[in-house]
């Protein structure tokens, strides 16, 4: 997977609660087993009309909104376990999703797949969707290392969580066999020093 550092953007405001996997890769889509394309139809039914036209209410389709960052309302990514919208989010651009909750199945298919989901306060959601709706522009940095979030405009920051494995993972670039592979030369040594405390067996006569 790609490293993930740290970085500043520009955001795209979804400012709506429990928006499920459904809505976010509809279940037509999913008899595909590879990941490319599945960015062309994430939130399909709300970019789109019945007619296939773009719905310009929908904020994918304002072009005064950018960026890798998606700002999403509380409880994101709800519903059917489908890694498919982790793959989706990914596969549009975004880097990162910020949300008050996510359900903990999609949490983890996004972590699985270098979409960092970042967990905030209410408090400090309400004020990442006023920065971006006041400012489109406004950006934001999300530093993994040190786990927190930063309104570029006002310095006000806030602390995340994350697995430490899953952190590993992310800034390395890695896989779950990436990281196994990783330690390859400390399972050796490990191995060598099990093999050298071993007993030597006496011969029988």
């Known amino acids: 997977m790609e490293k993930f550092i740290t970085f500043t ?3 795209v405001p979804l400012d709506t609660e429990n928006v499920d996997t459904d809505q976010i890769i509809p279940a037509r889509f999913l008899k595909a087993t590879d990941k490319a394309g599945f960015g062309e139809n994430l939130f399909r039914d709300w ?5 296939g036209d773009p719905n310009s209410g929908f904020v994918l389709n304002q072009t005064r909104f950018s960026g890798s960052i998606l700002i999403a309302g509380n409880n994101f990514g709800c519903g059917s376990s489908r890694e498919h919208a982790a793959w989706a989010i990914k596969a549009y651009g975004f880097k990162a999703v910020v949300s008050s909750y996510f359900a903990d ?3 983890g298919n ?3 797949n270098g979409l960092l989901p970042v967990q905030v306060s209410p408090d400090f959601l309400h004020q990442l969707f006023t ?7 406004e950006k934001f940095s999300i530093d993994l290392e040190n786990q ?12 995340f969580d ?13 896989d779950d066999i990436d990281f196994l592979t ?13 093999k050298d405390k071993e007993p030597v067996a006496q011969e029988t006569l």
């Open 9 to 11: 953007d520009t955001a």
């Open 47 to 51: 970019r789109y009309d019945k007619n």
């Open 105 to 107: 199945i999609f949490k």
């Open 110 to 112: 996004a972590l699985n």
């Open 131 to 137: 920065s971006v709706e006041k400012d489109a522009q």
């Open 148 to 159: 927190f979030i930063k309104i570029e405009g006002t310095a006000e920051k806030e602390h």
């Open 162 to 174: 994350i697995d430490p494995y899953k952190k590993t993972c992310l800034i390395n670039g890695y």
């Open 182 to 194: 990783s330690k390859l030369e400390a399972i050796k040594k490990f191995e060598q020093k099990r």
